[in-house]
Structure formats: structure tokens, C-alpha cells
């Protein structure tokens, strides 16, 4: 267990609906980065927050957005869903903003029907 | 940019036979590289890191690998695999003053008995 714990494990929704994927950092992290991995892209950037506030956006798609709460914790929301956005989304975290000591968690695979 | 190439996309090892991941890089300054692998259902693990200093790093379950500037390499390495070595492995690269990481393809490693 590496202390990031992302919920659920498994979502199997229809295209064009909406998913919430939510991040609980390891404790005592302030910082959360969202990536994609897919078979076409591998592994992508698409956002990270430190401390409540958006600090950088990658690869993100104008229907995606997050956002991470008081108590650190982040959701990621996918919208109007396409079959091109199965993947498997990783959730890191890292007491600083910068990427030198990620954590990741074990990943949420959705699934586009 | 900064770019990571893993040239092998899947290697089958015996086990017990020794095991080498190619990576190359390519980054503008001083880059941080890390190895992460990935076994099935599960999320990224760190095995090694480097940084800065002895250019050969040591790392978890008994990894290690090499940075080589004049190469852009940063080969992973194990003597002697065992079965439970069977995942994908990736490389990535960063800076120390970057938010994200940037992966390569990843390679697949089959182990047979």
C-alpha cells in the first residue's frame, strides 16, 4: 500500500456521461497530479494541484477538470465521455510541487462503452 | 523538450539470467531519472532514482542502474531475475525544478521458468 488511495478501482460507464475518480494523498502530502495512461499516449500529465490550488495543467481536455479540497484530497471529472477516453488514471502525490518524490496510487481503470 | 525513449518493448528473460532495460533521454539540463515498474492491477512503483553524484545507483528488489551523460542513457540492470520480476518498467525523466515527469513507452519483461 503506498498511502495514495484512489476510488474506485473499476468504472464501466457510457459515452457521453460524466465520472468523478477521486485521490486521497499520502498523508502529510500537499501536492496531487493526475495522469493518463493509455495504449496509444502511455503515460501523460494532465493536471496537479499543491495545497488547494491548480499549479499546472498538461495534456488535459477541455471536459476534463479537477480539484483538490481542504482536507487534500482530489477529485478528477471526466464529461461527455468518448470511447478514446478509456484509460487507466494514476493519481500521485508529493509533499512538494515538484516532481521528485512522487507517490502514485494504484490507479483507476475506466472503461467507455 | 524532454523526451524518453525505451527501445525494447518487450523482452523475455530465463529465470535467473541476468536483465538490462535500454533507456535514453533527452533533456535540456541536468536531468533527475527514475525507474518505475508496474505489475499487473497495480500502480508505479519507484525502484531507483538518480539525481546527482555516483552515476551508479542502487535500488529496490535488487535493481540498479547507470547514468551515462555522454550516452543519454540511463540503463536499468539486474543480475538474476526472478519470476516475480515479470512486469512493465518504465523510465522517466524530470528536473529538479519541474512539476512533471515525463515517461517512455515502457518495456514489458516476461520471465519463464
Known amino acids: 500500500d503506498s498511502g495514495v488511495t484512489q476510488t474506485p478501482k473499476h468504472l464501466i460507464t457510457a459515452t457521453g456521461q460524466r465520472v468523478t475518480l477521486r485521490c486521497s494523498p499520502r498523508?502529510?502530502?500537499?501536492?496531487v497530479y493526475w495522469y493518463q495512461q493509455s495504449l496509444d499516449q502511455g503515460l501523460q500529465f494532465l493536471i496537479q494541484?499543491?495545497?488547494?490550488?491548480?499549479?499546472a495543467k498538461g495534456n488535459i481536455l477541455e471536459r476534463f477538470s479537477a480539484q483538490q479540497f481542504p482536507d487534500l484530497h482530489s477529485e478528477l471529472n471526466l464529461s461527455s465521455l468518448e470511447l478514446g477516453d478509456s484509460a487507466l488514471y494514476f493519481c500521485a502525490s508529493s509533499v512538494t510541487p515538484l516532481a521528485t518524490s512522487y507517490t502514485f496510487g494504484s490507479g483507476t481503470r475506466l472503461t467507455v462503452v | 523538450a524532454q523526451s524518453v525513449t525505451q527501445p525494447d518493448i518487450h523482452i523475455t528473460v530465463s529465470e535467473g539470467a541476468s536483465l538490462e532495460l535500454r533507456c535514453n533521454y533527452s533533456?535540456?539540463?541536468?536531468?533527475?531519472l527514475f525507474w518505475y515498474v508496474q505489475s499487473p492491477g497495480q500502480g508505479l512503483q519507484l525502484l531507483l532514482k538518480?539525481?546527482?553524484?555516483?552515476?551508479l545507483v542502487q535500488g529496490i528488489k535488487g535493481f540498479e542502474a547507470e547514468f551515462k551523460r555522454s550516452q543519454s542513457s540511463f540503463n536499468l540492470r539486474k543480475p538474476s531475475v526472478h519470476w516475480s520480476d515479470a512486469a512493465e518498467y518504465f523510465c522517466a525523466v524530470g528536473g529538479p525544478n519541474d512539476y512533471k515527469l515525463s515517461f517512455g513507452a515502457g518495456t514489458t519483461v516476461t520471465v519463464r521458468a
Open positions: 498523508s502529510g502530502d500537499l501536492s
Open positions: 533533456y535540456g539540463a541536468t536531468p533527475y
Open positions: 494541484y499543491y495545497n488547494g490550488e491548480e499549479r
Open positions: 538518480y539525481f546527482s553524484g555516483d552515476t
